[in-house]
């Protein structure tokens, strides 16, 4: 009984992690998509390509933070740092095309909270 008990859990994790990573590989396919897509054409990403891959990096780290560790702490300290990383690569985006001047991204960098930050980048857009 106790194998069986074992051997079914192995398995649920494992489609557990071929999920995970099926998923990450999907959302590395689909950024490469977009990216291809724009310098193809010559031009910048926009706002929606823009948001659709700060969501899919944002997914990415969710399951890497998932899969590395079940320590809450960790989660958080993993889940803030690819939280600011989306946050960097849209402000460089965004400065590519002119929206964000040098000024203005000192200033949101100097905002503290990453909920402030993000809040402030959004806020360009309305």
């Known amino acids: 009984m106790r194998k069986q008990s074992i051997k079914k859990q192995a ?12 998923s990450a590989k999907e959302a590395q396919g689909r950024i490469k998509e977009i990216l291809s897509n724009a310098a193809k ?3 910048s990403l926009t706002t929606q390509e823009m948001n659709e891959i700060e969501n899919l ?3 990415l780290g969710k ?8 320590s809450k702490e960790a989660q958080d300290l993993l889940k803030k740092g690819m939280e600011e ?11 590519q095309i002119g929206l964000i001047t040098d000024t203005k991204e000192e200033y949101i ?18």
Do not use: M, P
């Open 109 to 126: 960098n100097n905002l503290g909270s990453i909920e402030s930050k993000i809040q402030e980048v959004n806020s360009i857009f309305k």
């Open 63 to 70: 399951s890497a933070v998932e899969a590395a560790t079940s």
């Open 11 to 22: 398995e649920v994790v494992k489609q557990t992690f071929d999920t995970q990573i099926n």
């Open 41 to 43: 054409d010559h031009r």
């Open 57 to 59: 990096y944002k997914r």
């Open 85 to 95: 990383t989306a946050l960097a690569a849209k402000i460089a985006a965004l400065k």
